[in-house]
């Protein structure tokens, strides 16, 4: 996601020095030499700060996350005219990046950078009584008519690719009707408070590319559509309190609270998951199937994890390709377990992140930036759990935890060999009945399983082996194009169906 956020961000600042040039944006405001010493010190400062601290603190920098906070601050604030308003915009970069290592809560950090850094240079400058002409401002620039149209393309294919669109339609929902409905109480006209909503607040870039953060959001989707709608109604405060009380909005030295509504859903995230950092010490791995592999940890504090919630695992290499050095992977092992396990498929030529992986000898301590996930079971009822390959993680954690619930489950095992069968031992062990989808049958089969031949796991193909599958909620997890095909051809045998977001495959 990092790497897909980078590009966007580099498109969108493209776009908006190509409206600068085309005199579309006002030139005696963006003039493109100032947009880009602009962008050219808030790259130097963000990255090198990183850097930076992350040599004070004995941790390892991540250069890409640095070069995002620089992008996104860029669009925040208009091209500072004098030398001294440039060192208050590198002053920002350098905050922001500080508030990574120093506003954070046991290794892990709590706000959003990108937010904190000119959060702090109010804080900052109103305790200096600098003179109002002399501030350095957010204007959220980004917010004007031209850019919108590229700033929705980009913002969705972010909400798209992280599977957060929820997320971002309820804060844009819920910002924007209170604004709109606000500005009308005001005594605006209806087309021109319509403009207002979207061409003069950040609705949709704030929810696209900040508050769709996963290192500050909560872990569970309930609680993060809560954060999105507290957001949403802190953003539109500025306008929703003269509304209300007929009283001009002012707090301290804040006149806008956009990145005080980044800031307050961060906190809802603070409050609902793992409050620490996440590191992991390697304690082996072993071979689960032909080419998967389950690697063994052990947490340095206590991770807190629902069976079926996933954990991106943070592992910096030389080299890393363009998908970055963040992935996310299904637990595998029950929350019970002091190992915490994690299973892949390492091909004959793997990424650079499955290099280092593979390479990594017990001792090393590799680091973990958040849980998360949705996918988990209720604790009663009927339930068809349908795994495709590598699918089977989520799974493994939940079987091994069953009996805490009260749960009756059939799973259904799609694989391209039924004699190359993962965590055949825990699958055995939880003894519940299993059918085996394989192209060809296995020499045994263990007591309740049974088999299906079959390329794919195929709907109609599996009524007769479960009478009452009608009556099962479905959930599935594989490779992103199995669970879409698979949740299509369930949806009119079983009860509802279930899937999430997980790119680990």
């Not at 970055?324 to 929350?335: L, N």
């Not at 001792?363 to 988990?376: H, L, M, P, Q, Y």
């Not at 390329?455 to 194009?481: F, K, N």
Request: with cysteine.
């Amino acid at each position: 996601m990092y790497r897909l956020v980078t590009i966007l961000l580099a498109l969108l600042a493209g776009v908006a020095f190509v409206l600068s040039a085309t005199g579309v944006l006002d030139r005696s405001i963006f003039p493109l030499r100032q947009m880009a010493l602009a962008l050219t010190v808030l790259l130097v400062a963000s990255v090198a700060s990183s850097r930076l601290f992350g040599l004070l603190f004995r941790l390892r920098p991540h250069t890409e996350s640095a070069v995002i906070t620089a992008l996104l601050m860029w669009f925040l604030y208009w091209p500072p005219a004098t030398s001294s308003s440039f060192a208050w915009l590198a002053g920002a970069a350098i905050l922001a990046n500080a508030s990574k290592y120093l506003l954070a809560v046991r290794g892990r950090h709590v706000f959003n950078p990108a937010a904190v850094g000119p959060l702090l240079v109010v804080v900052i400058q109103q305790l200096m009584s600098m003179s109002p002409g002399d501030r350095l401002y957010t204007t959220w620039w980004v917010a004007n008519e031209p850019m919108l149209p590229f700033v929705v393309i980009g913002a969705l294919l972010v909400l798209r690719r992280t599977h957060r669109v929820w997320l971002g339609a309820v804060f844009v929902a819920v910002g924007g009707i209170l604004i709109f409905a606000s500005l009308l109480a005001l005594g605006t006209e209806t087309s021109s408070a319509v403009e207002q909503t979207f061409y003069s607040y950040p609705l949709v870039f704030l929810a696209g590319f900040m508050l769709s953060e996963p290192l500050t959001l909560p872990p569970r989707r309930c609680q993060q559509l809560g954060a999105a709608a507290l957001a949403g109604v802190v953003v539109s405060l500025p306008v929703l309190w003269p509304a209300l009380t007929d009283r001009p909005f002012e707090v301290w030295a804040f006149t806008s609270t956009t990145e005080l509504a980044l800031i307050a859903a961060n906190l809802v995230g603070l409050a609902c998951g793992q409050r620490r950092g996440i590191r992991l010490q390697f304690l082996g791995k072993r071979e689960l199937s032909d080419s998967v592999w389950e690697f063994r940890f052990e947490p340095m504090r206590p991770v807190r994890f629902t069976p079926g919630q996933y954990l991106e695992l943070d592992l910096p290499n030389r080299g890393a390709d363009r998908r970055g050095t963040r992935r996310i992977f299904s637990i595998s092992s029950p929350p019970d377990q002091r190992e915490l396990t994690i299973a892949l498929r390492i091909p004959p030529e793997p990424s650079t992140f499955k290099q280092a992986l593979a390479a990594c000898r017990p001792g090393d301590v590799v680091r973990a930036t958040s849980v998360s996930g949705d996918f988990v079971l209720p604790r009663t009822g009927r339930v068809l759990l349908v795994a495709g390959g590598i699918g089977i993680t989520p799974f493994a954690s939940q079987l091994r935890a069953l009996d805490t619930h009260d749960v009756d489950a059939v799973l259904v095992y799609g694989v391209p060999d039924a004699h190359d069968v993962a965590y055949r031992d825990v699958l055995i062990a939880a003894g519940i009945p299993v059918v085996l989808v394989a192209p060809s049958p296995p020499d045994d089969l263990p007591p309740g399983w049974t088999h299906v031949t079959g390329t794919a796991i195929r709907a109609d193909e599996l009524t007769a082996a479960i009478t009452d599958l009608g009556a099962r909620r479905a959930y599935v997890s594989g490779p992103p194009a199995m669970v879409h095909t698979v949740r299509g051809s369930l949806r009119r045998h079983v009860a509802g169906t279930r899937s999430d977001y997980f790119s680990g495959y």
